[in-house]
């Protein structure tokens, strides 16, 4: 067993991206979408991570992911405000079935 | 802003203020009792459970009907005249064995009705209150201080007495029992 | 550190690690035992009562019997539960909880892990209970203990923002985030110790001292609310909810839940004394220092360290029989209008005086 | 096989397994409840490569604050009634082609990719003052435009939620 590389961290990163696309693409249920996202997001983290680690310089890439967390934080809180008012104007959130312009 | 610094200064002072009080408290000696050890005394007046002076008692049945649950039942036995069963502490003369008395607890109200037409008092309610049982049946309270055999003697005195009343009214008038018969064949 | 010795002792890393983790478990349980017990007693005593007086000596081994009774119970679970959630709810509660253990600095001799960042590590893990709370609530399916579940999710939350702005404090203060170097460095007496000002000399430590009250304050209340203690147990409030998100829940798993209501007291205890009273360090000098037995002090410093524990861990109880329940609005209130606008105020009165 | 190498495979399997699980379950209470067991995983990786702040961020963010409201998001959007709560997956066949095909082009490009590894891969000794120094030096401008973001974004889904 080789030693852990870049590229086992990569890897991993690259299959939670392409859990996180499937579930965006599948899913009909908007927050299960937000989940999807929330995968892709830490699939691009723990890529900055792992590249700062093996670029040597630890600090900026950490700033980055730090970054993309607050965004995170931010994206979610507002979807999610979303979701509940699309829920109290449809009575559901699946994304599929929103359909209207106007109720 | 003012209201603002006020609410804070009340929460906390009214904060310290109830904190005091319940650190008194700690130390206050508590008021619980110990129940199985300690027992708190018990009012002159408290009806609890019923309790019959048998030496007393004169079988004259009246708690019996006077009880609303009817849970004393009372059974006597004439005595002999030859017989003497003392005197009760009044006074009064006995003059009936008691065979049955129970006082069946369960069924009892604490109403205290029997109490009162006691001729002899002795009939009361006594401060004992602890007195739970593993079968109903326990709860149902003998005072009766004659023994079976006893109250088999008795009983038979009393038939035998009853038998020779009957005979000695019988022995002399042999006819007369025969006269009721005869009498409505007579009006026929 | 016991980590280093049982390496020596072992030689093998797993099986020191492995020991090193179990070491808090052998305190929690003991500790739970006698809070549950303290707790009868002191809320006894506080309303003119005796309290459990019949098992042993002034009823001692009423907890024991308490834990008996809990192993025997039937494990219920109510047909309708998912059952999954129901079942995992009570351990992940428990992890949380226990988690937060790893990096509290029992003495200077143990600690189970010295982490950089151990203050916010607590405060990470601990966000794992309300992730077990909410999953015990919503796998129960009963709206009492989904209402408490979401109550209790909401609570700490908010009250996780005025904890740490009085973390940051401290950062500014003394510019580590390390429990056990912050223990340390107060050492020697108790006017070293933070809420007196800390350790720096010169007419910061005085100008600090008010700022250090406000921010003990500020987090021991938040604390009390992120454990879900009284005035703040909304989220299992009887008179409303039955028991809130452990209304389903009975015997071990039920126990495990209380186990981790009461190690979360201690761990917030903990915290308060390791931030604001000198962590393990005695008020005054040590007795090994003294008659020069080296082995002394660490077990005195594990005494000193219970004692805060424990100490903050009556308050918390002296609380509970002091003040009556707050409504969800003025919980709220509490939180956001008063707690959180204090924190950053104090948070920026400490910062300037530190750069002045 | 270090302890690393051990660590790593336990957490790369965490995360993998419960990914999958969040975007194949049909239960969105399952989903939300997996996701907790990737972020974990993730936080696990970001200790493995020496960022234990970010870690610890990851944690408080995401499992105290982003899964919370996802949870609440769950119970508020549904009839409370139920504890199964399903949910349909559409397009499931191409999805999961395309998806496959994208997942093999990148993890292709990531592994035959000649990274610039740097010789010698130092932890940084105290990581937060270093990410401090960085963010207060080179990205203050960034730092307090998310700052504003982060007040806009509170605002916002306050006045969304509430209307």
Known sequence: ?103 | ?188 | MIYDFLLQLTGNAAISSLINSIIPLTFIIPFALFAVYLERKVSAHMQDRLGPMRVGWHGWLQSFADILKLLQKEDIVTADADKKLFNFAPVLVFAGSYAAFAAIPFSSAYIGTNLDLGLLYIVAVTSLVVAGILMAGWGSNNKYSLLGAVRSAAQIVSYEIPTTLVIVTVIVMTGTLNLHKLSTDQTSSFYNWLIFGGYAAGWHKFALIPSMFVGFLVIFISTLAEVNRTPFDIPEAESELVAGYHTEYSGMKFAMFFLAEYANMFAVSAIVATIFFGGFQSPFGYLGNTLGISWLRPIEEFFWFASKGIFFVFVQMWLRWTLPRLRVDQLMAMCWKYLIPIAVVNLIIVALIMVL | MTYYTVSFYLFAAIILLSAYFVVTTKNVIYAAFNLLLTFFGVAGFYALLGADFIAIVQLIVYVGGILILLLFGVMLTNKITDTEIKTGAFQVLPASIIVGMFSGVLIASMTNNRWIVSANTPVAADTLRTIGNILMNQYILIFEVLGVLLLIALIGAASIARK
């Open chain 2, 1 to 188: 802003m003012t209201t603002y610094f006020k609410n804070i200064y009340t929460a906390l002072y009214t904060l310290f203020v109830g904190m005091k009080i319940t650190f008194k408290h700690l130390f206050v000696p508590s008021v619980t009792i110990q129940y199985p050890e300690v027992k708190l005394p018990m009012a002159d007046r408290i009806r609890n459970r019923l309790y019959v002076n048998m030496d007393d008692c004169i079988g004259c049945d009246q708690c019996a009907r006077a009880c609303p649950v009817s849970c004393i039942s009372i059974e006597t036995v004439k005595s002999m005249p030859t017989e003497d069963l003392g005197k009760t502490s009044q006074g009064k003369k006995k003059a009936l064995w008691v065979t049955k008395f129970d006082i069946d607890i369960a069924k009892c109200c604490f109403c205290q009705l029997c109490v009162f037409p006691c001729p002899t008092e002795c009939i009361y309610m006594t401060d004992a209150y602890e007195f739970s049982e593993f079968e109903r049946s326990g709860l149902n309270y003998s005072f009766v201080t004659l023994n079976a055999d006893e109250i088999a003697e008795k009983k038979s005195n009393f038939a035998k007495m009853e038998a020779e009343k009957a005979a000695a009214k019988a022995a002399p008038k042999p006819p007369k029992a025969e006269e009721p018969a005869s009498k409505p064949a007579g009006d026929a």
């Open chain 1, 1 to 103: 067993m080789q030693e852990i590389g870049i590229a086992h961290f990569l890897i991993v990163s690259s299959l939670l991206f392409s859990f996180g696309l499937y579930g965006v693409v599948t899913r009909k249920n908007a927050i299960m979408v937000l989940m999807g996202l929330e995968l892709i997001l830490n699939a691009a983290n723990i890529n900055f991570i792992t590249f700062a680690k093996f670029n040597g310089n630890v600090g900026f890439g950490q700033v980055a992911a730090l970054f993309v967390i607050v965004l995170a934080a931010a994206e979610s809180a507002i979807a999610l405000a979303i979701v509940l008012n699309i829920y109290k104007n449809f009575n559901q959130v699946n994304v599929d079935e929103i359909d209207k312009l106007r109720d």
